[in-house]
């Protein structure tokens, strides 16, 4: 089967996850949403794994992909709990275009660390991402959102709290994101795509937990509504199979190659968000979104 099938596959999930992750984190702290989360990709990926016949491999793991793959698991506990931060204070449709900046970012890590050759059409692509994604930010102009009995606004203002603190989280998101990818195709190189994913999460988890512990929010653990811990446990289900897609797509394609595709799920995202949240989109920030996605398909076209 083709990188991109599973690239693809990588990013419907991707979509469904933060739907579901948006749903499962209201009312829960950002910390314990991201550990709990975790918990389920966990059992997902080992298992996986297991089934597989992958973890016969651990005992040929070279100390330079246990390495990479710890510091990949390490930059995507940080772009986790960012994300989810950032989703406690913004609508799923506002804070999604600016965290796939980390594909621009991811493409240009490509080239300077791993040394792929990346063509004009990539390079333009990025910047049209990276454009799109500033438009979505809000304006003091545009119509303000949060108050009793609106619907949120993508592309329109926030609270005082939200509009000083969601985008610099989203930005921090897909700077570990970026980091993540690079990272993790170092160290899969060799290690079994499965075996590789479980690897990282355990190293996932030990942070998000360390981090909740830290903060004393492990308190709140029963307190968490069924309804959210439904969606919590769906949203680590979606991870899982969005994780395991991505990196067996990284294991088949260069990296510059398959994040384009990955980010594809934007467009889904938006979509979902406006069927399901019901939340608004602005011009302004619709014109962003279609900027970013011509910029990811454009980044396609030329590391095709």
Known sequence: MSWWVFALVGAVAASATAILAKLGVEGVPSNLATA????????????????????????GLSARSLAFLGLSGLATGVSWLAYFRALSLAPASRVAPLDKVSLALTVVLAGLVLGETIAWQVGLGAAMIVGGALLTLPRASDQAIGQPGSRQA???????????????????????????????????DGVPSNLATA?????????????????????ALGTIARRS?????????????????????????????VAPVDKASLALTILLAAMILREKVTPRAAVGVALQIAGALMTLGGSA
């Open 36 to 59: 709990v989360r975790t918990g389920v990709v966990l059992v997902f990926a080992w298992g996986l794994a297991l089934a597989s016949g992958q973890t016969v491999a651990l005992a």
């Open 199 to 219: 690897l990282r999460t355990v190293v996932v988890l030990v942070f998000a937990w360390s981090i909740v512990f830290a903060r004393g929010e492990q308190r």
């Open 154 to 188: 993508f592309g329109g203002d926030q609270t005082t709290s939200a509009r000083g603190a969601w985008w610099v989280y989203a930005l921090v998101s897909a700077g570990a994101a970026a980091a993540t990818a690079i990272l993790a195709k170092i160290g899969i």
């Open 229 to 257: 811990m439904v969606f919590l446990v769906l949203s680590g289900l979606g991870t899982g199979v969005s994780w395991l897609a991505y990196y067996h797509a990284l294991a088949l394609a260069p990296a510059s190659s």
